[in-house]
């Protein structure tokens, strides 16, 4: 749940460089937020958004086999109560966060994982930039950025062609619809979300190659 789009652009990829790649690592996660602070990028410095569950779904990307899944949940430490917002939106407990684990323990067990799929044989992919945040957070936790060294693929700038037209708050559904997925569950569950991705990047790469082709109809992804 992110559509920010700062930080290093050198490292971002598009949908013509990842076929290089051995390994396809979906991110998705979940943040403190309360009422639009979605629509002002978090911009209250007392109030930043800290990670509350980060998930991880990794795959062969020749195959897309599903190779490896992360998830777990983080006690935020800024503001350690969830608002009702949050709580609402995510379906994500008091109780739940209480009990999970701090952000340097989440870190360093990602950073474990990844080590099987480094670069330069495995990128980042994610429906916005939610590296970015994860790097926000492990900055004032004072540990390394786990995500740091890999390049990544921002499917929202991928897709802005066709979502010029929507909000940040329906974008992935509005790109779900657009593609012709299924439709999309209603939910906020960090490794679900991190699958979706996957079904996502598929669907939008049979979109380039149909307007490529010119066998369908298509207006450009990206701006």
């Not at 790649?21 to 002002?40: H, P, V």
């Not at 390049?151 to 940040?168: P, T």
């Not at 699958?195 to 380039?208: N, P, Q, S, T, W």
Request: aromatic letters at 10%; charged letters at 25%; a negative charge.
């Amino acid at each position: 749940m992110n559509h920010m789009h700062v930080g290093n652009q050198d490292q971002l990829l598009s949908f013509e460089e990842i076929d290089k790649f051995e390994y396809l690592i979906c991110l998705d996660s979940e943040w403190t937020c309360w009422e639009n602070s979605l629509e002002n990028r978090w911009s209250d410095p007392e109030y930043p958004p800290e990670a509350i569950q980060i998930g991880l779904a990794i795959y062969d990307l020749s195959q897309g086999r599903i190779l490896d899944e992360f998830v777990s949940y983080v006690s935020p430490t800024i503001n350690p109560i969830l608002s009702d917002y949050c709580k609402n939106l995510l379906l994500i407990t008091q109780e739940i966060v209480d009990q999970a684990r701090r952000f340097p323990e989440v870190s360093n067990d990602i950073s474990v994982l990844l080590k099987n799929y480094s670069p330069p044989r495995g990128f980042i992919c994610s429906f916005g930039s939610d590296w970015e945040k994860i790097a926000a957070n492990a900055l004032r936790c004072s540990v390394n950025d786990p995500l740091v060294s890999f390049q990544k693929l921002d499917l929202y700038l991928e897709l802005s062609g066709i979502l010029e037209h929507g909000n940040d708050s329906k974008s992935r559904e509005v790109a779900w619809e657009i593609l012709g997925l299924p439709e999309m569950p209603n939910r906020h569950d960090a490794l679900a979300d991190a699958h979706d991705v996957k079904r996502i990047l598929d669907a939008a790469r049979e979109y380039c190659k149909d307007f490529i082709s010119g066998s369908a109809d298509h207006q450009p992804l990206r701006k």
